[in-house]
């Protein structure tokens, strides 16, 4: 994810937006993270969130502005 945005995977640029940055995306992951942990210790869902659900929240959270890379 870092080198995805950094520009080192190749056919890929930087990216380039002031606020659609690593760090904005490491914001939101944790921010993620906690509302799934919050979601999961209240046992409010008709199903528990088990690992698999949280993990995959966690990635989407990671590249959810992979979007803003441009092509190289």
């Not at 940055?21 to 869902?45: C, F, N, P, W």
């Not at 966690?58 to 190289?72: E, K, N, P, Q, S």
């Amino acid at each position: 994810m870092a080198d995805l945005y950094a520009g080192r995977l190749p056919g890929y640029h930087a990216s380039d937006t002031h606020y659609h940055d690593v760090q904005h995306v490491l914001e939101v992951t944790l921010a993620m993270a906690r509302l799934l942990d919050g979601y999961a210790s209240a046992k409010i869902g008709p199903d528990p969130l088990g690992a698999p659900l949280f993990r995959l929240g966690v990635i989407m959270a990671l590249f959810r502005d992979c979007g803003y890379v441009r092509l190289a």
